[in-house]
Antibody, heavy 117, light 110 residues
Framework: QVQLQESGPGLVKPSETLSLTCTVSGGSISTYYWSWIRQPPGKGLEWIGYIHYSGSTNNPSLQSRVTVSVDTSKNQFSLKLSSVTAADTALYYC????????????WGQGTLVTVSS | QSVLTQPPSVSAAPGQKVTISCSGSSSNIGNNYVSWYQQLPGTAPKLLIYDNNNRPSGIPDRFSGSKSGTSATLGITGLQTGDEADYYCGTWDSSLSAGVFGGGTKLTVL
């Protein structure tokens, strides 16, 4: 059974960089599209980006603030979101995705990140 | 404003059937597969339907999906109080080169 677990600081100051890691267990991280998705409190889902062995793709709405990377030796992938504002306060999920079909079959439990001074 | 449009809420009585619509365009639903997710309060989304109309293992056949043109529909029959949740549609948008979701629909089982 594949399991995903997010980890990282729950509080980030405005203008700083949000950094999260997702640890994958029960399966190899070498395939699939490993994704980040967020959900502001009381709102809907927003796809952030994914990392795949062929490369990474990010949501254009987040422009160049997003970096998604992978560490296959640790079976982990990471998210960095720079220059954060209060609008980046959200529940951040990591998920396993299928590229051409763009669906997500395994999700982490989510981690709340608050942007505040 | 979400790229995919869903009704904010739907409701029906236990045992009844409900449908949730998801409207998009040719750059997303019209030319890509649609998936559906159920999000129970305080939990992560759960995949219900993938590739328009396929159910993952363990999802009961009370849940079904369909797609026509630039719209998709999730159907739930034999409604149970445990089905009360938020439901989201999702797909890939080829113009945006991004994953996109609907704004979510809150299902109330009266």
């Amino acid at each position: 059974q594949v399991q995903l677990q997010e980890s990282g600081p729950g509080l980030v100051k405005p203008s700083e960089t949000l950094s999260l890691t997702c640890t994958v267990s029960g399966g190899s991280i070498s395939t699939y599209y490993w994704s980040w998705i967020r959900q502001p409190p009381g709102k809907g889902l927003e796809w952030i980006g994914y990392i795949h062995y062929s490369g990474s793709t990010n949501n254009p709405s987040l422009q160049s603030r997003v970096t998604v990377s992978v560490d296959t030796s640790k079976n982990q992938f990471s998210l960095k979101l720079s220059s954060v504002t209060a609008a980046d306060t959200a529940l951040y999920y990591c998920a396993r995705g299928y590229g051409t079909s763009a669906f997500f079959d395994y999700w982490g439990q989510g981690t709340l990140v608050t942007v505040s001074s | 404003q979400s790229v995919l449009t869903q009704p904010p809420s739907v409701s029906a009585a236990p045992g009844q059937k409900v449908t949730i619509s998801c409207s998009g365009s040719s750059s997303n639903i019209g030319n890509n597969y649609v998936s559906w997710y159920q999000q129970l309060p305080g939990t992560a989304p759960k995949l219900l339907i993938y590739d328009n109309n396929n159910r993952p293992s363990g999802i009961p056949d009370r849940f079904s999906g369909s797609k026509s043109g630039t719209s998709a529909t999730l159907g739930i029959t034999g409604l149970q109080t445990g089905d009360e949740a938020d439901y989201y549609c999702g797909t890939w948008d080829s113009s945006l080169s991004a994953g996109v979701f609907g704004g979510g629909t809150k299902l109330t089982v009266l």
